[in-house]
């Protein structure tokens, strides 16, 4: 039937309950990360749903971790830590209030 259904990649049954608002939150977005994890790199992404797809808001990706500092292991549980936390750190970059949460 759909694609992507026969390619294995989207159970529409758990989407359907994973991406449904509430009626009475009316026209609010419901936002949810997106981590997936290949042989070589980690990706993590801020994504919400629409009628015509997925936008995507804020992506990270491991293969950007060597510029911070951590050059090996760009697929082990810390970097996948560490590019949880860029994502969160750009995402506030992007909405203006990175001064209001200081990192440690």
């Keep these: 039937k759909y694609r992507r259904r026969r390619e294995g990649k989207t159970d529409f049954y758990a989407r359907r309950r994973l991406v449904a608002q509430d009626k009475n939150k009316y026209n609010s977005k419901k936002y949810r990360m997106v981590v997936r994890i290949t042989n070589k790199d980690v990706v ?60 440690n």
């Design 44 to 103: 993590t992404q801020i994504v919400y749903s629409e009628l015509e797809g997925d936008v995507v808001m804020c992506a990270a990706y491991a293969h950007e971790l060597p510029r911070y500092g951590l050059k090996v292991g760009l697929t082990n549980y810390a970097a996948v830590y560490c590019t949880g936390l860029l994502l969160a750190r750009r995402h506030l970059t992007n909405l203006g209030l990175a001064d209001t949460y200081k990192g």
